[in-house]
């Protein structure tokens, strides 16, 4: 089946910092993907979309200067989150899917990385 | 996007089946329904979808109403694993076809 990685799985870094989260689809070509950021006891909230060789597409609220999404290959995306904050910890989750064949992958989603700010 | 309301929690008894139903009484013609479940601190897992017929698979059927305005996930016998968060999702009729999350409904599966 479908299997999307991404690393790393969790990350402590100091304010301030910026942290790169990597989302690889291993056995398809991803032409799009998400990333969604969870706090706890909540649901997944949706941050962005990037469609492979374009600029993301993100949803209200979310600060594109913040959270880059980088798309550049059909296999690997990346959210590097700048300038980090405490308020920026989370569980941050990306999810892969393709025109190419849909029917035999649909959505695939990452373990989820742990970040958190200190 | 349809929205879908579902029980904030629900029990079931380890061997038994358990019933999670969903409302989403917006949807519209092209729209899927899919669920996933979370299983603390990972990503969502596929469960099952579909548009309008009833769907089995190996993990759980899925039945919709003939008006689509809801469906019920039925896993046949709940153990002690199936204990998640069960997201009843309608995919977006836009071209992202993207998945916007509700707050599910956690299932507890007691022995």
């Known amino acids: 089946g479908a299997v999307v990685s991404q690393h790393p799985s969790w990350v402590i870094c100091k304010s301030g910092t910026s942290v790169k989260i990597e989302c690889r689809s291993l056995d398809f070509q991803a032409t799009t993907m998400f990333w969604y950021r969870q706090f706890p006891k909540q649901s997944l909230m949706l941050m962005a979309t990037s469609n492979e060789g374009s600029k993301a597409t993100y949803e209200q609220g979310v600060e594109k200067d913040k959270f880059l999404i980088n798309h550049a290959s059909l296999t690997l995306s990346t959210l590097t989150v700048t300038s980090a904050h405490p308020e920026d910890s989370s569980f941050y989750i990306c999810?892969?899917?393709?025109?190419?064949?849909?029917?035999?992958?649909?959505?695939?989603f990452g373990s989820g990385t742990r970040l958190t700010v200190v | 996007d349809a929205k879908t309301t579902q029980p904030t929690s629900m029990d079931c008894a380890e061997g038994r089946a358990a019933n999670l139903p969903c409302n989403h009484s917006?949807?519209?013609?092209?729209?899927?329904v899919y669920w996933y479940r979370q299983i603390h601190s990972q990503g969502p897992q596929y469960i099952i979808h579909g548009l309008k017929n009833n769907e089995t698979n190996e993990m759980a059927s899925l039945i919709i109403t003939e008006d689509r305005k809801s469906s019920t996930l039925i896993l046949p016998h709940a153990t002690l694993r199936d204990t998640a968060v069960y997201y009843c999702?309608?995919?977006?009729?836009?071209?992202?076809?993207?998945?916007?999350f509700g707050q599910g409904t956690t299932l507890q599966v007691k022995p």
């Open positions: 917006t949807i519209s013609g092209n729209e899927y």
């Open positions: 999810s892969a899917t393709t025109t190419r064949g849909w029917a035999n992958y649909g959505y695939t």
């Open positions: 999702i309608v995919r977006s009729s836009s071209n992202t076809g993207k998945l916007i």
